[in-house]
Structures are given as structure tokens and as C-alpha cells.
């Protein structure tokens, strides 16, 4: 995976690199090199171009040279008056003539033909290469000469040519012709005996005027010299033109270049070809192969470079991509380090220091103007179940636990755990306060429902406090501190249930922590507490049958306590253990004392959660002497309510070991007696509450008598509390209750001030 993926990256690391870098660099590299060979070329070609355009002007300068040159060598022997006189002689010195005439004229001017014609344009000499030919040879050159002869006569009247003197004519303004103004001929290029040639026909004229002269009758000269072998031998020594030759076919070699070959009276005589000098050819083909392989050196050295910028871009691009891999762990980390210092690890929820911050913000947030509470949620008898099904037990409930919360609350609101049992919560944005209640009063139910843990079901209780803000009038810490007090009043009121702050909570959290200082310093020094017993009438009220323990605080400050005020503060601090044992060992003492008398004593259920606490009672009564069946332990709803298995067992170990168990303040709860049933009770004790009601509200008597005939369905014994008047004592009767308990019969008592009890309440009886 890892492995593909970085052949990914290799594979679009290389199509970028090759978009990016090689293909703008070759096709730089390319263009430039096309401009380069292609402007060498340009400037090879234009060398060549200039080079023959030259060579190509040399070869016509050449040309016309050459016919202003035959003529010109004409002259030389045309206008000279011994050649005129030997002529007019009948028989004329041929050998003369050669030496003077033919001969030089071959010789020294490369004519290749000279022959003289008469008056009548008959040929009476022709020298030819040298060689004196017989005048009938003329009628080859005849045809080629005519027009010439025509017009060095001045027959014609064609147009002008540069080369040409010709009677009655004007030189042009294009003439070259630079011979003797006396001289008369016709020059041009002709094709003789199929061979391109220049041409020159002059009148033959004395240059002396005692020599007279025969206008139009004069002996002529005719001159030819072929373009295709001396002349052009000698163009190419004169102007090192290479390869030259003239040829009829237009045909030519690709190294070569032509010069059509055109006479002035029209027509196409050949072509003068030679290979031209190309310089530019010659450059380039002696730069090409350097060039080359400096093109060649260039794009591998391009190459290399390209490689290795490649190189240093990959390692680039790979520590690039390292240093963002190392940047998203270092982020990931970072996030990681911020969660773990924002969250709790076994739960994943936000913990002290997260919901802190929620808080603070919450807390100046000016805007906040609807109602928001913070809860604190401490669990009731988790310490029990980490106990019994160990720690791995006690994560899973907080877990689910956790779960539970958070399946309650609003988007925008918090849970957090602040650590063991106990979580805060952040309720945002609320209407009302029954509408946070409301919310309270789930997570209570959501956490008493059962949990499945390692096997079994636990049941727990949670008991939340909720502080609310409104404004920014308090800050975090006072929300926190306000919270807290509201949920240790819960925990104090029963457990299992919610309690929103007021003031007045205030103050007795205030005393309290006095008082829990006040009454370890007691406990220890067992001195101010004492425990007083209250008498249990049977149901008409006359006899006594039991004793209540009920504790007292005689406190040097605050004065005599009830157990009310200070029974909460020992159940909060766990000094309600060791309370109840100083209880039952008074209590155990008064039942051996009065041996007819039951004596009840009161438990917490916080006693319930502590230790094996039917092992405990068993082993202080054993000890004191006291026989079990006389000590009824009475407890409350909630310990039912909790349906423990540990409380159930507690409970049926310790009606086994004979002590009898009543159901105490009952009605107060949750007026069901379901859960009876499922507990052995022996006992239940109507909570004054409902006794001090009978008379003011109908439906008091209803209940009682209710619950009366349903405890004895139930086989069990009805007691009645808070029995002050006459009138309660009668009707509780009349309903059929088995106890009446009340100041009507007497207040809770000193020991030794029983025996004097005894003694009124048979008297009073
Ligand atoms: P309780 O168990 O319901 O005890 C009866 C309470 O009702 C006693 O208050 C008693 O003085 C009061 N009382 C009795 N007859 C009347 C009456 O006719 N009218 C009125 N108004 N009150 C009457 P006390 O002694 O202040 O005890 C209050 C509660 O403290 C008890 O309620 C009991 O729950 C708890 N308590 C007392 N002693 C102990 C103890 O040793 N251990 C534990 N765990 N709880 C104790
Ligand atoms: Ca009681
Ligand atoms: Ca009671």
C-alpha cells in the first residue's frame, strides 16, 4: 500500500517533471537549434545566392566582353590601308595576308574562325584555327553571318546593340563597344556550325585618305570565336569559375548554374554552365558535421543537466513530501496531545479541563441570554460495584454510564468526566428551569436503569446538582462550587435524584463543613453524642413494647443537634459507620437491660455500601450479649429501592441471624409496595407525615388505612409515627395499626430516665 503509493508519487512526480522541465527545455533546445541551422543555412544560401549572382554577372561582363574584345581585335587589322590595297590587287598576297591578318588574329586574339569576304560577300580568305582554309569552307559559317553581314553593310535596321558600330545608327546609351569610331561592324552571338559563338563582321577600310575609299562596296571581315573552348578556358583561368562549359540543352547538374546564352536580335543560343562557387555550401558543409556534434555535445550536456536537475527536483520533491508527511504527524500528534489533554482516555469524553474552558467561555459570553446550567453527576454505589466486580467491572459501568449522558443531551451541550464517579455537564441554551430539570430528572432515570457488567446487572443511582447562570454574574469557579453543594444536598436527600442550588444551601454547606470537623473531633473523643430512646406503644397506645435509638449531639457551640443536622455530614464524610456502631452498642446495651423490649436502630444506606455490614451488626451484638430477635434494624425506600443483590443478601443474612427489619418513614418514597415483595421485611412504619395529615386531608386516612391492609395482606406488622394527638392515636387504632410511635406517648429519653418511663406510661395507662 505504502509501496504503491509511492510509486504513485514517483509516476506524477515525473509526467509533472516532464510537463514542468523537459518538454519547455527540448523544445527550446529545438527551436533554438532550428534557428541556428536554420539561419546558417540562410546565410549559407545567401552567401551562395550573392556568389553566383556574381559569377553569374561576371560570365555576361565576360561574354560581352568577349564580343567587344573580337571586335575590338578586328579593328586592328579592319581599318588599316595596306590590307585594303593588297585586297584590290587581282591576285592578292594570301601569305601576306595570313601572316597580317589570319594568323595574328588566330594566334594572338583566339579567333577561331577569320574569313574576308569581298564586295560582293563572296569569301576570298578563311583562316581557321590557325589554318588557311578553302573559301568554299564559308558556306558552313554563311548562314550564322548573314544577318550580321546584312547589317554591317547597313542593310538592315534592326534594333540597337551594345556591341555593335554600324552606319547611320547612334551608339545606345547601353553600348560597351569601345572600338575605332571610324570602325563599322556587327557584333553578336550566333550559333555557328551548332556551336554558341560570338560574332563580329567589320568593314575592311583605309586608315589613310590617300587610300580611297569604296563605301559600300568594302571588303568585310568575319570573326568567330566559339564560346565553348578557348573562351571558356580562359573565363575560368580569369575569374576561377570552375566546371564551365556551354551547352545547347538546358540541362544541368544540380551543383550547376546556366547563363542563357541570347543573340541581341532575339533567340535562344544555349547556355554558358558552370558549377559556381558556393561559399556559403562550402561553410556549411564544413560547419554542418561541427555543428553537429556541438548539437550533439549541447543536448547531451542539456541531458545531463536535465538529469541531474531532475535529480535535485526528486530529492527536493521527496523531502518536500517528507517534510508534509512529518508537518500531518506532527499536526496529528498535535491534535492526539491536544485530545488527550482535553479528553478523558477511558471514557473519550471532554474532562475537567475541557468543560473548564466551555465554561469560562459560556461564562463571558455577554450574548448568553438564555438560561444554562452546569450539572455535577456523582454516582451513587459505584464505589460498591468496583468493589465487588473489580476495576475492569467499574471502567465498563463508567463507560456506559458515559454513553447514557451523553445520549441526553442537546448538540451544543457538554459532558464531561472529571474523574472516578464523577461527571460534569454543561446544559446550553435552555428555556426554562423546568426544562433543565427535565433533563436532570432523565439522567437520573437513565442511570438507575440496569447495567449489564461482567455477567450480571448492576444497579446504581446517580445524584446530579445543578447550579444555573443567567447572566455573567458568577464565574466558574462559584458555578462549580454552587453545583456541588446542590448535588451533595441530593446525595444527603436520598440519593438517586437531583437538586437545583438556592442560597439558603449556601449557608448550610458553610456549617457543615464545621460540623463534619466537630464531629470527627466527637467521635474520636466519644464525648457530646449519646444516643436517646424513644417508646413503641402497642396498637391502643397503653403498653410499651419497644425502644427507638435515636441519636443525639450535644454540640458545645450549636447546642443539643438533631440527628438531621449532622446524620447527612457523617453519611457524605463515611463517619456514619463508625456512628452507627457507637448506636448499636448503646442500643445493645439498653436491650439487655430491658430484656421484654425490642430495641430499633436506625441504618444509613451508606451503611449498606460499606463493608459486610451484616457481619458487622452481628459481631457488635454477639459481643454486647444481646439476643438478635430483640434488635430490629430499621431502614428506608431507597435501600430497597436500590435492589441490590448486596442489599438483598445483607438484609436476608441478617433476618436469618434473627434480627427483624422494618420499613422505616414509609410513603414518603414511592408509596409502592411493590418492591415488598421482593424484600423480607417484618415491618413497616407509617412516616408521620401522613399521621400529622389525618384531619387535614381526606385523603390521609384513605391512605392509611390503604397501606394497613395491605402490610397485613402482606403478613406484616403496621406501625404508626408521629402520633401526637388523642384523635391520631384513636383512629390509627381503629384502622388496625400494631405500633404507635409518638410524642403523645413520649419523646426520645435518656436511658436512665427509661425506668421512670416505664412507671408513668403503666400509670398513665
Ligand atoms: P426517624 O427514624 O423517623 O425517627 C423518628 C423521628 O421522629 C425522631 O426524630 C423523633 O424524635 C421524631 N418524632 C417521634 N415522635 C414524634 C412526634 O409525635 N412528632 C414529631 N414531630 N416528631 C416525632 P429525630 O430523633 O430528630 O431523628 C430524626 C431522624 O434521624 C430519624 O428519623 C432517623 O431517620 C435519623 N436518626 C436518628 N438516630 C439515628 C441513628 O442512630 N442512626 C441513623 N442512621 N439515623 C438516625
Ligand atoms: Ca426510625
Ligand atoms: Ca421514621
Known amino acids: 500500500m505504502l509501496h504503491g503509493r509511492t510509486e504513485r508519487n514517483k509516476r506524477v512526480f515525473n509526467v509533472r517533471l516532464i510537463a514542468a522541465l523537459v518538454i519547455p527545455v527540448l523544445t527550446v533546445a529545438l527551436g533554438l537549434t532550428i534557428f541556428a541551422f536554420s539561419a546558417l543555412r ?43 590595297l593588297e585586297l584590290r590587287k587581282p591576285h592578292p598576297n594570301w601569305g601576306w595576308v595570313d601572316d597580317n591578318v589570319g594568323v595574328w588574329l588566330n594566334y594572338v586574339f583566339a579567333h577561331d574562325v577569320d574569313i574576308i569576304l569581298n564586295a560582293d560577300d563572296k569569301a576570298v580568305y578563311v583562316m581557321r584555327d590557325g589554318v588557311r582554309a578553302t573559301p568554299v569552307s564559308f558556306a558552313a559559317y554563311a548562314r550564322a553571318a548573314q544577318p550580321l553581314i546584312e547589317a554591317a553593310r547597313g542593310r538592315t535596321h534592326e534594333a540597337p546593340n551594345p556591341h555593335e558600330r554600324l552606319p547611320g545608327r547612334a551608339l545606345s546609351a547601353t553600348s560597351t563597344v569601345r572600338t575605332s569610331t571610324r570602325s563599322i561592324h556587327a557584333t553578336d552571338l550566333g550559333v555557328v556550325m551548332g556551336r554558341p559563338a560570338a560574332m563580329s563582321v567589320m568593314r575592311l577600310i583605309p586608315d589613310t585618305s590617300k587610300v580611297a575609299a569604296a563605301p559600300g562596296r568594302e571588303p568585310l571581315l568575319v570573326s568567330i570565336r566559339y564560346l565553348d ?64 556534434a556541438a548539437l550533439v555535445a549541447l543536448l547531451a550536456a542539456l541531458g545531463v543537466l536535465l538529469f541531474s536537475v531532475a535529480k535535485l527536483m526528486r530529492k527536493d520533491a521527496v523531502s518536500l513530501r517528507q517534510l508534509a508527511a512529518a508537518h500531518v504527524e506532527l499536526q496529528a500528534k498535535e491534535a492526539q496531545a491536544h485530545h488527550l489533554a482535553y479528553h478523558d482516555v477511558l471514557t473519550g469524553l471532554p474532562n475537567r479541563a475541557h468543560i473548564n474552558a466551555v465554561i469560562d467561555h459560556k461564562v463571558s459570553d455577554a450574548h448568553a441570554e438564555r438560561l444554562w446550567a452546569v450539572l455535577l453527576v456523582d454516582l451513587d454505589r459505584f464505589k460498591q460495584v468496583n468493589d465487588t466486580l473489580g476495576h475492569a467491572g467499574g471502567d465498563q459501568l463508567i463507560q456506559l454510564v458515559s454513553a447514557r449522558l451523553r445520549g441526553l443531551i442537546n448538540p451544543g451541550d457538554v459532558v464531561a468526566r472529571l474523574g472516578g464517579d464523577e461527571f460534569a455537564i454543561l446544559l446550553d441554551d435552555r428555556l426554562n428551569l423546568s426544562d433543565i430539570e427535565e433533563t436532570a430528572q432523565a439522567m437520573v432515570d437513565a442511570v438507575r436503569e440496569p447495567f449489564a457488567i461482567l455477567g450480571t446487572s448492576v444497579f446504581i443511582g446517580a445524584s446530579i446538582g445543578i447550579a444555573c447562570a443567567q447572566s455573567c454574574r458568577s464565574d466558574r469557579t462559584e458555578l462549580m462550587r454552587m453545583a456541588d453543594i446542590a448535588m451533595y444536598r441530593a446525595k444527603a436527600e436520598g440519593r438517586d435524584g437531583y437538586r437545583v442550588f438556592s442560597t439558603d444551601m449556601d449557608e448550610s454547606v458553610k456549617t457543615r463543613r464545621g460540623l463534619e470537623y466537630d464531629l470527627r473531633d466527637a467521635l474520636a473523643r466519644k464525648q457530646e453524642l449519646f444516643v436517646n430512646y424513644q417508646p413503641q406503644m402497642d396498637g391502643t397506645g397503653t403498653q410499651i413494647i419497644g425502644l427507638e435509638a435515636l ?41 439487655r437491660a430491658w430484656p421484654s423490649l425490642s430495641v430499633a436502630v436506625n441504618l444509613s444506606p451508606v451503611q449498606f455500601r460499606s463493608g459486610d455490614l451484616a457481619a458487622e451488626i452481628r459481631a457488635i451484638v454477639q459481643e454486647s450479649g444481646a ?139
Open 42 to 84: 540562410g546565410t549559407a544560401s545567401q552567401a551562395d545566392r550573392v556568389s553566383v549572382n556574381r559569377q553569374e554577372q561576371e560570365v555576361k561582363l565576360a561574354i560581352n566582353d568577349a564580343l567587344d574584345e573580337l571586335a575590338q581585335s578586328q579593328a586592328g587589322v579592319a581599318i588599316w590601308s595596306p590590307l585594303v
Open 551 to 591: 441519636l443525639r449531639w450535644q454540640h458545645p457551640v450549636r447546642g443539643l443537634l438533631s440527628p438531621d443536622a449532622f446524620i447527612p455530614i457523617a453519611e457524605e464524610t463515611g463517619l456514619i459507620r463508625e456512628l452507627g456502631h457507637f448506636v448499636l452498642r448503646d442500643a445493645c446495651d439498653v436491650a
Open 229 to 292: 573552348a578557348g573562351f571558356t578556358q580562359n573565363l575560368v583561368k580569369l575569374q576561377s569559375i570552375t566546371g564551365a562549359r556551354v551547352q545547347r540543352s538546358h540541362q544541368l547538374k544540380p551543383s550547376e548554374h546556366g547563363v542563357t546564352l541570347v543573340s541581341s536580335r532575339g533567340g535562344n543560343l544555349g547556355f554558358f554552365v558552370w558549377r559556381p562557387d558556393r561559399p556559403g555550401r562550402a561553410v556549411w558543409s564544413s560547419m554542418a558535421p561541427s555543428a553537429g
Open 627 to 765: 439476643r438478635p430477635a430483640q434488635i430490629e434494624l430499621e431502614v428506608t425506600e431507597s435501600v430497597l429501592l436500590d435492589n441490590d443483590a448486596v442489599v438483598r443478601a445483607v438484609l436476608a443474612e441478617l433476618r436469618s441471624a434473627g434480627f427483624r427489619i422494618a420499613l422505616d418513614d414509609f410513603g414518603t418514597g414511592y408509596s409502592s409496595l411493590s418492591y415488598l415483595s421482593k424484600f423480607q421485611v417484618d415491618k413497616i412504619k407509617i412516616d408521620r407525615s401522613f399521621t400529622s395529615r389525618l384531619g387535614e386531608v381526606d385523603d390521609a386516612a384513605a391512605i392509611i388505612h390503604a397501606v394497613v391492609r395491605l402490610g397485613h395482606a402482606m403478613g406484616l406488622s403496621v406501625s404508626a409515627e408521629g402520633v401526637e394527638t388523642r384523635e391520631q392515636r384513636a383512629f390509627l387504632e381503629g384502622a388496625g395499626c400494631n405500633e404507635l410511635q409518638g410524642f403523645l406517648f413520649a419523646e426520645a429519653l435518656p436511658p436512665a430516665s427509661l425506668a421512670q418511663l416505664m412507671k408513668r406510661l403503666r400509670y398513665a395507662a
